[in-house]
């Protein structure tokens, strides 16, 4: 009796080992997953979201995300196979094959993401469903473990028909649409069932993500190249063939205007695109947020009237459109987006944003060139000897000036301020690419790859870059050397008026990461304001120059006359402009960087700068001013030496002001029938004179005393 009582025991011990464990575990899956699961019937009804409204930093309407929900129920039998075959053939392809989840699906995207580094989902129809209508956008392993028991609920209680039908009625494709015949009416003015093969495999690649591959978003074409993609694997799957691939792909898609009023269009999009990437697609679209941007209506207006009245003008010059940005560098607050001459021009593609897209900004990188040149101990007052000159390499690289001529010994001032190309090319021979792609990543380009990509072009704008980066980059010499990224977005709060998030940036002093000395900063800057050395490309009274302030600016054009810029600033504002072809093709005419992009600049600068005083750079500390000999760049000899140099002033950052004095000069052997420096090792036909040399840090030698005229080569086309 004993040894029963004994194993009654054991056994009642055993039993609470394991009820209460599962106990526990039933508890805690109930009150963490099953205890709010809201129900797969919903699926039928749908909830109205609350609009999201986007202001201008002064409280003016932008733009309203889902004024209403735009949704219009149809039938699976209405809506056209091609829509129903293109979606589950980019979406879920066996859909019709597995249940609720798929398990080779989330293998096949496992092993893609493990081994191949790409990220590639796994869920089904049925689990995007559930989470698009049912539940909330985190992402976390309990609302994952949510999903797919909604999505096992979902399977048993609907037909796979039905949940494709439910699923075709009731995701978002952008905007106010939700459903496929919304969107139908929304981008082609038609309904669902009209709808062809093209334009159906267009409208089932914008669920994944409507802002990216919208057409009328930031990049419309991504929307393309997800439509051929979706097509291609159609036809890899049997539901079309490789001629009416073909032809859908290269049928011309004619879209709808948006309907909805939106001001500064470009720039909305580009913030509800940030905000997406933040805080989720259905957040944004269906949370009701409020946006307060650093955007300034009054200012997004006149840059938009400004170039759109410019290239007008440009007509002749085969330029049909134009874009400006404006910033404040101290914070990094947008105050004007105009991405293109206009928002809904069909003739130039007027809604791709080109302050977002890669081009080429010929000269107008110089100035990051140069500020590597300062941090390795050249000055301003470093002589380049500009002649006709070619690099080694696989290919020999020959640079040319924008004017065609060669300047003799030119000093850094000068060659930045006229943007001569030879000097820029030198500097970056001593500088490395490496080095200028280093220092241009930290001021804020994002695109530069390996250095190995580039050669001594990239100083030239060989290497291609944003608008918005270029603003962050040239904010960097308005900040005296602080990085300061954009903020486009001021403020965010929900539509319970919880605030999500709010810039409130210090008006003094400058923050951000230093990247730059500030007596480099000041240096360049000080340079790009000096209108007297800018002179021979430029002249006395170009669109450069906003009266006698102190505005610094820098152009740039590209080789072949496709991309036209103008960046300038103050330590409150800068304004960029470009001017071009969207489909990339030349312009004619621009005879200099002041021609296209310039104008716009001065317009806007102008406006913005007007009564408004403008204070001189203040100068550091670490930077000193001495006078050197104007061609040398070296010391000058003392008062009432013969032939004493003539004289200037130059900023130095201390430590790198020159010690050397000006030889004057010197003897020297010269040709007698060039009358010019002879050559190394040259004996024959030489005599030795007393001239005035300049030998600049390659080791070039150019005489200035000698009277031989400065050879000009054939200006390139």
Not at 406 to 414: D, T
Not at 602 to 628: D, Y
Request: overall charge positive.
């Amino acid at each position: 009796m004993k040894h029963i009582r004994k194993i009654a025991r054991r056994l009642v011990k055993l039993y609470w080992m394991i009820l209460l464990p599962l106990f526990l575990f039933s508890s805690l899956f109930y009150f963490f997953i099953l205890k709010d699961l809201p129900s797969p019937t919903k699926l039928a009804s749908s909830t109205i979201p609350q609009s999201t409204k986007i202001y201008d930093r002064n409280g003016s309407l932008l733009y309203t995300i889902y004024a209403d929900r735009n949704q219009t129920f149809v039938p699976l039998s209405e809506i056209p196979k091609s829509v129903q075959k293109a979606t589950i053939a980019i979406e879920d392809k066996d859909f019709y094959r597995h249940g609720a989840i798929d398990l080779r699906g989330i293998a096949r995207a496992a092993y893609s993401t493990l081994f191949h580094k790409k990220l590639q989902g796994g869920s089904t129809l049925t689990q995007q469903l559930v989470k698009t209508t049912l539940l909330s956008p985190e992402r976390t392993i309990q609302r994952k473990v949510k999903e797919v028991i909604l999505s096992f609920i979902t399977e048993m209680l609907y037909s796979k028909d039905r949940i494709l039908e439910m699923y075709l009625n009731q995701v978002p494709y952008g905007g106010t649409s939700y459903g496929i015949e919304s969107a139908s009416q929304t981008y082609f003015g038609k309904k669902a069932r009209e709808l062809t093969l093209a334009e159906a495999a267009l409208l089932a690649g914008l669920p994944e993500a409507p802002s990216t591959y919208s057409p009328f978003g930031a990049y419309p074409e991504l929307g393309k190249k997800r439509q051929e993609i979706i097509l291609s694997k159609m036809q890899e799957q049997g539901y079309i063939t490789k001629t009416e691939k073909e032809k859908a792909q290269k049928e011309q898609l004619k879209f709808q205007k948006i309907r909805n009023v939106i001001r500064a269009p470009h720039f909305v999009l580009y913030v509800k695109d940030l905000l997406e990437q933040k805080y989720g697609k259905k957040v944004v679209e269906e949370g009701g947020l409020l946006v307060t941007t650093s955007l300034d209506l009054t200012t997004q207006e006149y840059a938009q009237a400004s170039v759109a009245a410019e290239v007008a003008g440009l007509k002749g010059y085969r330029v049909t459109n134009g874009a400006a940005l404006v910033t404040k560098p101290g914070t990094g607050e947008i105050l004007a987006m105009v991405g293109s001459r206009g928002y809904f021009s069909e003739e130039t593609d007027g809604n791709v944003n080109i302050t977002l897209q890669h081009l080429q900004p010929g000269s107008s990188i110089k100035p990051i060139n140069y500020a590597v040149g300062l941090l390795k101990g050249y000055t301003a007052a470093t002589p380049f000897v500009d002649e006709k000159v070619c690099f080694s390499g696989p290919k020999p690289y020959c640079p040319v000036n924008y004017d065609g001529k060669f300047h003799g010994a030119v000093q850094m001032r000068y060659a930045l301020g006229n943007s001569f190309n030879i000097p820029a090319v030198q500097m970056l021979k001593l500088n490395t690419v490496e080095d200028m792609i280093a220092t241009a990543t930290a001021m804020g380009i994002t695109t530069f790859d390996s250095p190995d990509t580039y050669g001594l072009s990239l100083t030239l704008g060989g290497g291609e870059v944003r608008m918005i980066d270029m603003a962050v980059a040239f904010g960097v010499f308005a900040n005296g050397g602080y990085r300061i990224d954009l903020h486009p977005v001021l403020k965010v709060v929900d539509k319970r008026g919880k605030v999500l998030e709010e810039y409130n940036p210090p008006q003094s002093p400058i923050f951000g990461k230093k990247v730059l000395p500030s007596g480099v900063a000041f240096i360049i800057s000080n340079i790009l304001q000096d209108n007297g050395a800018r002179l021979e490309a430029f002249g006395p009274n170009s669109a450069l120059r906003i009266g006698n302030k102190p505005v610094a600016v820098k152009t740039g054009t590209t080789n072949d006359y496709r991309d036209n810029w103008t960046i300038g600033y103050t330590p409150e504002i800068l304004v960029a402009a470009w001017v071009g072809n969207n489909d990339h093709t030349p312009m004619s005419g621009i005879a200099s960087g002041v021609t296209g992009a310039a104008p716009i600049w001065h317009n806007i600068m102008g406006h913005l700068l007007e009564g408004e005083t403008v204070p001189l750079p203040h100068q550091p500390s670490s930077v000193i001013e001495k006078f050197v000999c104007a061609p040398s760049g070296l010391l000058p000899q003392p008062e009432g030496t013969p032939d004493r140099c003539q004289t200037r002033k130059e900023f130095f950052i201390k430590g790198t002001e020159p010690r050397l004095l000006d030889k004057g000069r010197q003897k020297v052997f010269i040709d007698k029938t060039t009358n010019d420096l002879a050559k190394q090792g040259q004996t024959d036909n030489v005599e030795e004179r007393d001239e005035i040399v300049v030998t600049d840090s390659l080791g070039n030698r150019f005489c200035l005393s000698c009277p031989h005229p400065v050879p000009s080569p054939t200006p390139t086309p």
